[in-house]
């Protein structure tokens, strides 16, 4: 007995030693992993903000008496018409243009600016054939007063970002960061620039670092996750109350079961090609809108997009929802029976509601992998750089990770500022979807 009381000390001792290298090896796994998230967000903190040299091209005191920002779009056209009247053709070939860039030269006024404001008498006149100053004004007339003003500081005031600094450099070295500016850039004008700020958010993008802005990826993402939403949420939960609640258990529906499970591990690159192959070329009479005479009959849009991302996510919302529908106890099905309600009635007014949090939490967790998806957007068709802001599902589009993956890799060291500012503002759209979740599991959670 007392050999066997000392032999049952040991064994414990060995497992309570051992159940504490355990705990401690996966507190240290939790504890790098926290460390490694936390030292990448405070590279990412410190490159969106610093010290910052701006030098301009041309000076805005010699455009203008008056600052920039107070003229109206008609005299910031005129800005445009003195110093670049030729170019005024290739901006609303960028910004207002609804044909594609082939077509441009030939193309009647009416075809370019079709759905936007133009004199009527000039429908039919080939653009190329009015003058400057009529150009000018279908410009003018299309462009709102921030626009004009964008336009007319990144292509004739052209402010560069001479050099810059980081967040750390800029507070512990700024001493040396005013005199080093100083020697280098005597015209230059130093300031301390945070890159994610309200004007960045609200700007589309341009080709300079300093007017660039992150509303037209922004309104991209939106409108496609909006979409992917609707579209994934109804095939999503009707697939996944068909094969739990009305599919018998028989091989063939085994079989859907386990080749959706599978579906979830193809790579994101795939479902691009087969976006591209049935969205963007087969169907594309629809994604573009040509069938509705919405535009041509490009079908690289959002429809397309949304479309390619709902199927991508469909797998995991089904298997989500599969188990959000599991997890309602059967004495809930059957209470209902046994109150002479249907199958139907049962699932819609009783199972349903009590598995929505599992549900939504799903879908919320499945949007955001899709609003960081690249590849299959890329495979699509998204744009690396578009002009105009996206307003509808027939639209061009980019999103906010391709924003981010061209910023990245452009020479400009100061785009990977700008980058990094683009990062903060996805992490707060993925925190405030999980936010959503945990909010909505909290609110409709029922205990059984």
Do not use: C
Not at 13 to 29: E, L
Not at 51 to 64: A, D, G, I, K, M
Not at 221 to 238: C, D, K, P, Q, R
Not at 389 to 405: A, L, R
């Amino acid at each position: 007995m007392i050999n066997d009381d000392k032999s049952f000390k040991k064994r414990l001792a060995r497992r309570n030693m051992y159940g504490s290298i355990s705990a401690t090896f996966f507190f240290v796994a939790n504890l790098i992993g926290l460390l490694l998230i936390a030292a990448l967000f405070l590279h990412i903190i410190n490159q969106s903000m610093g010290y910052v040299v701006y030098v301009n091209r041309v000076e805005p005191e010699t455009l203008s008496e008056r600052p920039l920002e107070d003229l109206s779009e008609e005299e910031l056209g005129q800005l445009i018409l003195q110093n670049q009247p030729a170019r005024i053709r290739v901006y609303i070939r960028d910004y207002l243009s609804r044909v594609s860039n082939d077509e441009f030269a030939e193309a009647t006024v009416g075809a370019i600016l079709r759905g936007r404001e133009y004199p009527p008498e000039w429908g039919n006149i080939p653009l190329r054939d009015l003058e400057h100053e009529q150009q000018l004004e279908l410009l003018y007339r299309n462009m709102n007063q921030r626009q004009m003003l964008n336009l007319v500081v990144e292509n004739i005031v052209q402010p560069t970002a001479a050099k810059s600094w980081r967040l750390f450099e800029s507070l512990f070295h700024s001493d040396d960061i005013k005199q080093q500016a100083a020697e280098e850039f005597p015209n230059g004008d130093l300031k301390f620039h945070s890159w994610l700020n309200w004007d960045f958010l609200t700007r589309s993008v341009t080709s300079s670092a300093t007017t660039t802005g992150l509303k037209t990826a922004l309104l991209g993402s939106f409108w496609i996750i909006s979409i992917t939403a609707v579209t994934a949420l109804i095939l999503g939960v009707g697939a996944a109350i068909y094969l739990e609640e009305y599919a018998s258990d028989n091989w063939l529906n085994r079989a859907i079961e386990i080749n959706i499970r599978n579906l979830a591990a193809v790579p994101s690159v795939i479902y691009g090609m087969l976006g591209l192959a049935v969205f963007a070329r087969a169907l594309g009479e629809i994604t573009s809108g040509a069938v509705f005479g919405v535009t041509d009959s490009n079908g690289r849009t959002v429809l397309s997009a949304a479309l390619t991302l709902a199927i991508l996510i469909l797998p995991i919302l089904i298997v989500n929802a599969q188990e959000a529908l599991r997890a309602v106890p059967s004495s809930i099905r059957e209470g209902s029976y046994g109150m002479g309600a249907t199958r139907w009635q049962t699932v819609s007014r009783q199972v349903l509601p009590a598995a929505l949090p599992g549900i939504m939490t799903g879908v919320i967790l499945s949007m955001s992998r899709a609003i960081g998806e690249t590849a299959p957007l890329l495979v699509v068709g998204a744009s690396t750089f578009i002009g105009i802001d996206p307003n509808g599902p027939f639209s061009k589009f980019t999103v906010v990770p391709i924003q981010i993956y061209e910023w990245t890799n452009l020479p400009d060291q100061t785009f990977k500022s700008v980058a990094a500012a683009a990062i903060i503002a996805m992490l707060f759209v993925l925190l405030l979807l999980n936010a959503i979740a945990i909010i909505l599991r909290n609110r409709y959670s029922r205990s059984f």
